[in-house]
């Protein structure tokens, strides 16, 4: 595990809220990113990452398992800023995101993925509502970002679940199974996750949703991969989403 020299904790002004210079109420931003076998993306990724201008900030890289050059390029960090875990096999998103929200030191937790479908220049919009204290949740909507479509399925896939989530909880949201999720991390620390692969978007959904938590919605780019460059949701992970989504409805 490496870490490098803290950024200035003073935020962009648009990102400040009101009282943010007492030193009571600092803030940190855990940026949360699962990678599996991402050797192709990595470098650009966390180039990407570093240009965002930020208060205080620590990004966890839990490597999910990689058998590719993943673990090269990560050795290659030595910034303390930047915190690495190493799970020895492949045990999936959920369970990579679990860990990293478990050691997490910030008091707001932003979800990215390793690939370059997701813009790292977004995260001021992400996190200026939490900033200013009028929500605790904020969701990146792809659909509201009027973005270019992914493969038909997983467009028309992503759109059924946000309306299975709307009719299951009352929520109105437009993009269920967006990467970009940021949470109070208090909020999120406190849920009792139990997911290992990709359900991590619907059970979170769910558990905020039933706790009847607005999850607020800010529009996003988005730049779809295919399969061959390496997108790796496939369609059983849609029917696991379904029954995560109708399972936490209807349990105690």
């Known amino acids: 595990?490496?870490?490098?020299?803290?950024?200035?904790?003073?935020?962009?002004?648009?990102?400040?809220?009101?009282?943010?210079?007492?030193?009571?109420?600092?803030?940190?931003?855990?940026?949360?990113?699962?990678?599996?076998?991402?050797?192709?993306?990595?470098?650009?990724?966390?180039?990407?990452?570093?240009?965002?201008?930020?208060?205080?900030?620590?990004?966890?890289?839990?490597?999910?398992?990689?058998?590719?050059?993943?673990?090269?390029?990560?050795?290659e960090i030595r910034e303390p800023w930047i915190r690495i875990v190493h799970q020895e096999r492949n045990l999936g998103k959920g369970a990579a995101l679990r860990r990293g929200i478990e050691i997490a030191e910030g008091n707001i937790i932003l979800i990215q993925d390793a690939d370059l479908e997701?813009?790292?220049d977004d995260y001021p919009a992400l996190l200026k509502p939490i900033m200013e204290g009028t929500a605790r949740?904020?969701?990146?909507?792809?659909?509201?970002?009027?973005?270019?479509?992914?493969?038909?399925?997983?467009?028309?896939?992503?759109?059924?679940?946000?309306?299975?989530?709307?009719?299951?909880?009352?929520?109105?949201?437009t993009d269920e199974p967006t990467?970009?999720?940021?949470?109070?991390?208090?909020?999120?620390?406190?849920?009792?996750?139990?997911?290992?692969?990709?359900?991590f978007c619907p059970e979170v959904t769910a558990r905020i949703a039933r706790r009847k938590i607005p999850i607020h919605e800010v529009p996003i780019?988005?730049?779809p991969r295919s399969i061959e460059e390496g997108k790796k949701i496939r369609w059983k992970d849609g029917l696991t989403a379904i029954w995560t989504l109708v399972k936490y409805r209807i349990s105690s």
């Not at 904790?9 to 809220?17: H, Q």
């Not at 943010?20 to 699962?34: F, G, N």
């Not at 990467?179 to 359900?199: I, N, W």
Request: charged share 25%; aromatic share 10%; with cysteine.
């Open 118 to 120: 997701y813009d790292p």
């Open 179 to 199: 990467c970009y999720k940021v949470f109070d991390a208090s909020l999120l620390k406190g849920l009792p996750l139990k997911c290992e692969g990709f359900e």
């Open 1 to 75: 595990m490496k870490e490098v020299a803290p950024l200035s904790t003073e935020a962009p002004k648009d990102l400040e809220k009101p009282g943010k210079d007492d030193p009571a109420h600092p803030w940190k931003i855990s940026i949360l990113m699962p990678v599996y076998n991402e050797e192709k993306t990595l470098r650009n990724i966390l180039d990407q990452i570093r240009a965002v201008p930020l208060p205080d900030r620590e990004l966890i890289i839990i490597n999910d398992g990689s058998t590719d050059a993943t673990r090269d390029i990560l050795s």
């Open 221 to 223: 780019r988005y730049a």
């Open 137 to 173: 949740v904020v969701y990146g909507s792809r659909i509201l970002g009027h973005n270019p479509k992914s493969y038909t399925r997983y467009y028309w896939g992503g759109r059924f679940l946000s309306l299975l989530t709307n009719l299951l909880y009352g929520t109105s949201i």
